[in-house]
């Protein structure tokens, strides 16, 4: 099935994904379209992690969206790299704090001198 940008129309409506401001999961024009409820980005901490992103020590704002993979890609910086977020039905830049929490605790156990 073709997401965006190689797909031009909404599967849900019809309309052009061209003129809107965001596609969701590559396909629609919006959440009610894809058949979702719209998420709350007013309150940043109901968001999960991969949607939010931290300013400074104790504010938190949501991640910056995108509609498709190959337009976050371009905008990720050296060490990032997109994900799509289930949560907003949308494309991610960062790192994933996941893998690098594995990759800190495998290399604290070979500082140590233990084996992974």
């Known amino acids: 099935m073709k997401v965006y940008p190689a797909r031009r129309t909404c599967r849900g409506c019809g309309a052009t994904l061209a003129h809107v401001g965001m596609v969701y999961a590559g396909m629609y024009c919006s959440y009610y379209c894809a058949g979702v409820e719209a998420p709350n980005f007013d309150d940043v901490m109901s968001l999960p ?31 990032e790299d997109a994900y799509y977020c289930d949560h907003c039905l949308t494309w991610h830049v960062g790192t994933s704090w996941r893998k690098q929490r594995v990759a800190d605790v495998g290399d604290a156990s070979n500082v140590m001198g233990e084996t992974a």
Do not use: E, Q
């Not at 498709?68 to 060490?79: E, F, L, T, V």
């Open 49 to 79: 992690r991969g949607c939010r992103r931290r300013v400074g020590d104790d504010r938190w704002l949501p991640k910056r969206r995108w509609p498709s993979k190959a337009i976050a890609r371009s905008a990720a910086r050296h060490g």
